[in-house]
Nanobody
Framework: QLQASGGGLVQAGGSLRLSCAAA????????MGWFRQAPGKEREIVAA????????YLADSVKGRFTISKDVARGTGYLQMNSVKPEDTAVYYC?????????????????WGRGTLVTVSS
């Protein structure tokens, strides 16, 4: 079970930092990803990172605004969200893969958090 935190209500143009950690294990050697699901829409990948942060992926919709990072020692993942827009409103889920390589495929993620709601007001 993963625990995502840091969501909340923010005005457009503002910033939020989401964090993700495992309750009973370390994620130091796992690739991690952030997904989101907006009301009435399918879940989509937002960002992904390999186990040590050397490789990252950002969806086109968030490039230049979001940053994904990972603290290998703590096994914690982060999603820094800057210049947020109303269309970023969604439930954000963090996930950890079984392997260490970066992946954008949801099916390759083994561990999922419950999600944290991000609401961006205009």
């Amino acid at each position: 079970q993963l625990q995502a935190s840091g969501g909340g209500l923010v005005q457009a143009g503002g910033s939020l930092r989401l964090s993700c950690a495992a309750a009973k294990r370390t994620l130091s050697n796992n690739a991690m990803g952030w997904f989101r699901q907006a009301p009435g829409k399918e879940r989509e990948i937002v960002a992904a990172i390999n186990w040590n942060g050397a490789a990252t992926y950002l969806a086109d919709s968030v490039k230049g605004r979001f940053t994904i990072s990972k603290d290998v020692a703590r096994g914690t993942g982060y999603l820094q969200m800057n210049s947020v827009k109303p269309e970023d409103t969604a439930v954000y889920y963090c996930a950890a893969a079984l392997g260490s390589a970066l992946t954008t495929e949801a099916s390759r993620y083994r561990y999922w958090g419950r999600g944290t709601l991000v609401t961006v007001s205009s």
